[in-house]
């Protein structure tokens, strides 16, 4: 596959997938959702990286997380594309925020983690996104407008029953792995309960059967700084020219922060000043680089992220709950039932998803004497180090693939 | 002295200081700032504790941190003045939001870690503040108009200059010790640099040298969530009837997570729900106890605390930078010429004022021969264990007191 020319940077372009255009499907029937509500109409917009074995049996769903979607691998074929590479792993790689690099290439294509010449990778972009998959700023079939606040409340239960179906219009019954990092972590899990007999394995990366306290917080300083600005209107604000985009930018600079960590920050950062020598003296000018950044961060976000699906997503976050869903409490009960192989991975900097969540599974699927291995990995990143530690996560996530598919070092 | 009758809560009862009412006193000059600029009249709150020894040799400057003020112990006269005991502090111990508890009432007192039978105890509201002192919200005595933006940013040094010339109104040329926890401790720590013949001992607690990448991180964040909010009317919103109450909740939320940790949150809140058993399944309703809190916080503090003030405190905190103030860069030779005794006391959950950052002081200091004791507290509250965790820090600042007065075991 041609790799393009244009690009100043072409990191990636050693074993990349290729150039893809997002694709769409439609749901064959109304979805219903945890809520008692339901979606008539779904669309889910996906893309897929090498090629679907005779037997269908090398299929990995790869899951995105919060603001991703499902140009997970190569480049886009519109160079115009935003690119969803961006803070840390945008800046240390030299890569623009426009001119569509997938989210994961460093895991995804030929040779790598997620190995396209091995296995048919599929990324679809979550419900309640606005990246392509039916969410807050769709049209509701049910009044011709777009949604809204009108958007129902989705659940990550929601999400996957929603992957579930669209994998099934594109004649995928079962999965070879499921994986994903954060929230997309969570569906990883959420997989494995509610199909289990769809799922042979599962690769769930920083992430976590529960949010604590703390991340539940920091979601809810999120959504408050949204629907704090007035442009956000109570959520009804797509045909009147304004959209909440200061209130987006905070909830960006919040985010962002929790994704790193102290020590990157300060490798990175430390208290240097942004193109002065002394304090402005002001309280407007940003006068420390990392202030600088952030404001970068907050305005390259508004322009590619849509508040009502920042909402939506975020809440869905902070409900996912495998004990409470699925085992009236007991993470133990919630998991005695699957099938699949777990492989965990964690980060020791990672403080939104910190290493003892994933400990916690752990110890509740020995408990029941499922298959899991979980490897700490000593890393500085923070929780963004799933996205950026492609290292020394790759090998682990290698050897676990082929180990499932039952494939030692030959290829197919 | 009497104490109130009309009180619900009794705490703190048992070795009051008293009641107290704030009182007020002019500087005599103008007070030239860091940044060239300066004010012409400047007003400081203050509260005093205890009895002034004929040798004035017990004076005691006890500095509040950002949103604190003048009335750092006992009730106040005015039984509906808000208290600045709040958060986990207000919560544990059934303290109301209003009553005028002291904000370090359970450390100033007799027989308190600061006691009141043997110190002269006084406490100043910093310049910049809301709470009494000169800030934005006074009046321009240029224009005759509350100063909103028009007033000059302020530093920890030019705080720290406000309060030694208030002590002077006093009478007071030199201290037993100044100290403080955060942005007090900091205000403690540039006492003994800018004034190293007044200072024979220093009590910093919490704090540090300079706030790191993520520390100035978090201010950012909240600077923008007030200055996101249209109503802060780029600073000059005071005679508008409007006020940014929903930017300096944003602010207070995230502020109040950083000064919580991890581990107390999960402690007190966990995923418990509000006052339901299941989910809402909306984006506005604060599902979790932890959200509800969080709102509660942010309306009390919308109510006690001006926006402006809140930027500007914010900003000299982020300023605050010994090495590059005092040392061109190096800590060792900012602190080569002090004279004070140390005591650092820091708290293992703290991540926001980390241990190591009281660790670099203790390291530069022991590099200039200095006398220093640092003291690690185990303590969960996070950076929120300096106003918490009586307990275990009096002690410790009791006997540093009283060596460093030289009375050992026996009462004046």
């Known amino acids: 596959m041609a790799l393009r020319q244009d690009q100043d940077v072409v990191v990636g372009a050693a074993g990349s997938a290729g150039v893809f255009r997002t694709q769409y499907l439609d749901l064959p029937a109304p979805l219903p959702l945890d809520s008692g509500r339901s979606l008539s109409q779904v669309r889910i917009a996906y893309e897929t990286y090498g090629r679907l074995a005779p037997a269908k049996d090398n299929v990995v769903l790869v899951c995105h997380a919060l603001s991703g979607d499902a140009h997970a691998a190569g480049w886009s074929d519109d160079p115009e594309a935003p690119s969803?590479?961006?803070?840390?792993?945008?800046?240390?790689?030299?890569?623009?925020?426009?001119?569509?690099?997938?989210?994961?290439?460093?895991?995804?294509?030929?040779?790598?983690?997620?190995?396209?010449?091995?296995?048919?990778?599929?990324?679809t972009n979550l419900i309640g996104s606005c990246r392509g998959s039916t969410g807050p700023s769709s049209i509701n079939p049910d009044t011709g407008k777009l949604f809204g606040l009108d958007f129902p409340v989705v659940t990550v239960g929601d999400m996957v029953r929603a992957e579930k179906r669209a994998l099934e219009v594109l004649g995928i019954d079962s999965v070879l792995a499921v994986g994903g990092g954060s929230l997309g972590g969570m569906r990883a899990l959420e997989w494995t309960v509610a199909y289990p007999e769809s799922v042979r394995s599962c690769v769930s990366i920083a992430s976590t059967a529960r949010l604590g306290s703390q991340g539940v917080a920091w979601n809810a300083i999120a959504r408050s700084a949204i629907m704090a600005d007035p442009d956000w209107q109570a959520g009804f604000y797509y045909d009147t020219g304004r959209a909440p985009t200061a209130g987006i930018g905070v909830a960006r600079m919040v985010g962002h922060v929790t994704y790193l960590s102290a020590e990157s920050m300060r490798e990175k950062f430390d208290r240097r000043l942004q193109d002065r020598e002394r304090y402005?003296?002001?309280?407007?000018?940003?006068?420390?680089?990392?202030?600088?950044?952030?404001?970068?961060?907050?305005?390259?976000?508004?322009?590619?992220?849509?508040?009502?699906?920042?909402?939506?997503?975020?809440?869905a976050l902070t409900y996912f709950d495998l004990a409470r869903d699925h085992g009236r409490g007991s993470l133990a009960r919630a998991l005695a039932d699957v099938s699949a192989r777990y492989l965990l991975v964690s980060f020791?900097?990672?403080?939104?998803?910190?290493?003892?969540?994933?400990?916690?599974?752990?110890?509740?699927?020995?408990?029941?004497?499922?298959?899991?291995?979980?490897?700490?990995?000593?890393?500085?990143?923070?929780?963004?180090?799933?996205l950026l530690e492609e290292r020394r996560q790759a090998p682990i996530i290698a050897a676990f693939l082929q180990e499932v598919a039952g494939v030692r070092g030959s290829k197919r």
Chains 1, 2 share one sequence.
């Open 348 to 386: 020791s900097s990672d403080w939104l998803y910190p290493p003892r969540d994933s400990h916690e599974l752990e110890t509740a699927l020995r408990a029941n004497g499922k298959s899991v291995e979980h490897h700490e990995i000593e890393a500085s990143y923070g929780h963004d180090s799933f």
């Open 84 to 123: 969803a590479v961006d803070g840390f792993g945008a800046d240390d790689r030299g890569i623009k925020p426009r001119g569509g690099l997938g989210w994961w290439d460093g895991m995804i294509g030929p040779g790598k983690a997620f190995d396209t010449d091995r296995y048919f990778v599929v990324c």
């Open 280 to 315: 402005s003296f002001t309280l407007t000018e940003p006068d420390f680089a990392v202030e600088s950044y952030l404001r970068h961060q907050a305005d390259t976000f508004a322009t590619r992220f849509d508040a009502n699906s920042y909402l939506y997503i975020s809440r």
